[in-house]
């Protein structure tokens, strides 16, 4: 099984300010298999990010993906208020999907 | 606009069996290249995939759960089903319905979530 690790486990900005969130797996992830979610409180999560850098539908240029291999960042490059959230990483090793701990992005 | 929405008991005892049910509106559940799967989310925890049935039928499980769960389809209501057997108080959290792409095997659609409580 995959392991994936978050951090910081929570990160304090202000709005403008720019977020950089980590996740590191335990062994080689596809690039094509890695997605971010964000998820605010009693919502579901909501797709941002899968193949490691794309953007789903409707997703703010804002918010960016990359890493390869064992290490992904998710970016948020000016934070609105509306992106105070929970992040959680996810990845797909056949056959078995595994999700991060999250990063919690709160309000400085 | 695709929508999932899941219902089923809020309360269980502990060793009954779990079912949930899942209605997707505006798309077919048969619709090639995805799958549909369930998650579940402990409280104030993090998330855990319990099972997928694609669009041939084909289920693949959570190792750790395997041999307490089921997931089915009803092609004709449009609905597919959780079922989780020998419940604990362990059991509880909020359950997820979700459509994935079997591309690139990511969770698009998400219903709203139930929350499952087992207590005596």
């Known amino acids: 099984e995959i392991v994936l690790t978050q951090s910081p486990g929570t990160l304090s900005l202000f709005p403008g300010e720019r977020a950089t969130l980590s996740c590191r797996a335990s062994q080689r992830v596809s690039s094509s298999y890695l997605a971010w979610y964000q998820q605010k409180p009693g919502q579901a999560p909501r797709l941002l990010i899968y193949g490691a850098s794309r953007r789903a539908t409707g997703i703010p240029d804002r918010f960016s993906g990359s890493g390869s291999g064992t290490d992904f960042t998710l970016t948020i490059t000016r934070l609105e208020p509306e992106d105070f959230a929970v992040y959680y990483c996810?990845?797909?090793?056949?056959?078995?999907?595994?999700f991060g701990p999250g990063t919690k992005v709160d309000i400085k | 606009q695709v929508q999932l929405q899941e219902s089923g008991p809020g309360l269980l005892k502990p060793s009954q069996t779990l079912s949930l049910t899942c209605t997707v509106s505006?798309?077919?559940?048969?619709?090639?290249?995805?799958?549909w799967t369930w998650i579940r989310q402990h409280p104030g925890k993090g998330l855990e995939w319990l099972g997928y049935i694609d669009y041939s039928g084909n289920t693949y499980y959570n190792p750790s759960l395997r041999s307490r769960v089921n997931i089915s389809v009803d092609t004709s209501k449009n609905q597919f089903s959780l079922k989780l057997t020998s419940v604990t108080a362990a059991d509880t959290a909020v359950y997820y319905c979700?459509?994935?792409?079997?591309?690139?095997?990511?969770?698009?659609?998400w219903g709203q979530g139930t929350l499952v409580t087992v207590s005596s």
């Open positions: 979700a459509r994935g792409w079997l591309q690139f095997f990511y969770f698009d659609y």
């Open positions: 996810q990845q797909y090793g056949r056959p078995l999907f595994t």
């Open positions: 505006g798309d077919s559940i048969s619709t090639g290249g995805y799958f």
